[in-house]
T-cell receptor, first 113, second 113 residues
Framework: RKEVEQDPGPFNVPEGATVAFNCTYS??????FFWYRQDCRKEPKLLMS???SGNEDGRFTAQLNRASQYISLLIRDSKLSDSATYLC??????????????FGTGTRLTVIP | GAVVSQHPSWVICKSGTSVKIECRSL??????MFWYRQFPKQSLMLMAT?????????EQGVEKDKFLINHASLTLSTLTVTSAHPEDSSFYIC?????????FGSGTQLSVL
């Protein structure tokens, strides 16, 4: 089973729409969760962290459900500039003390005028 | 956020040559760095974990003799693709972070002719 499962989409939505992405993770011991945004041929950039209490940043809201082991990202009032691939990431701590992230496959979002 | 610098951004080389990619942490020390590979329209796949002063840890299916990793200092890790072939053409990207969050280099697009 993959560490992180994510619907690859694509999601094509009109401007102004609300869209939601979900990821499920397999390791119940995971402690840190993130959403990254990746534009074509660019590196992923951290969009926001995900907390159990929820995290909101403008039009973006991230949620964590530990019981069901999934995280979500909600984008309200979609803009053309939101078109990108959104990757969820879940951490894993190693015995060495190192920390790594496992990524979902990414969900491609296209906002249509 | 923390700054991770990666060079070069683009490499075009002939089959059989070796290519070195550098990843530097500019404003923090990184005992661990991570190397990923991403094929078109696919997710980031972890290749190996680079450990300062010791051997890298490779993910299953990644040939350590093919992808040489050196992490000689706390701010620099290098990935050398030895005897590159067209199937090695991909987007290679490194990441590191001062804490639980990871930041990415800008990536290297490798094209092997």
């Amino acid at each position: 089973r993959k560490e992180v499962e994510q619907d690859p989409g694509p999601f094509n939505v009109p401007e102004g729409a609300t869209v939601a992405f979900n990821c499920t993770y397999s390791n119940s011991a995971s402690q840190s969760f993130f959403w990254y945004r990746q534009d074509c041929r660019k590196e992923p950039k951290l969009l926001m962290s995900v907390y159990s209490s929820g995290n909101e940043d403008g039009r973006f809201t991230a949620q964590l459900n530990r019981a069901s082991q999934y995280i979500s990202l909600l984008i309200r009032d979609s803009k053309l500039s939101d078109s990108a691939t959104y990757l969820c990431a879940v951490n894993k701590w190693y015995q060495t003390g190192a920390n790594n992230l496992f990524f979902g496959t990414g969900t491609r979002l296209t906002v249509i005028p | 956020g923390a700054v991770v610098s990666q060079h070069p951004s683009w490499v075009i080389c002939k089959s059989g040559t070796s290519v070195k990619i550098e990843c530097r942490s500019l404003d923090f020390q990184a005992t661990t760095m991570f190397w990923y590979r991403q094929f078109p329209k696919q997710s980031l796949m972890l290749m190996a974990t680079s450990n300062e002063g010791s051997k890298a840890t490779y993910e299953q299916g990644v040939e350590k003799d093919k992808f040489l990793i050196n992490h000689a200092s706390l701010t620099l890790s290098t990935l050398t693709v030895t005897s590159a072939h067209p199937e090695d053409s991909s987007f290679y990207i490194c990441s590191a972070g001062p804490g639980e969050k990871l930041f990415f280099g800008s990536g290297t697009q490798l094209s092997v002719l």
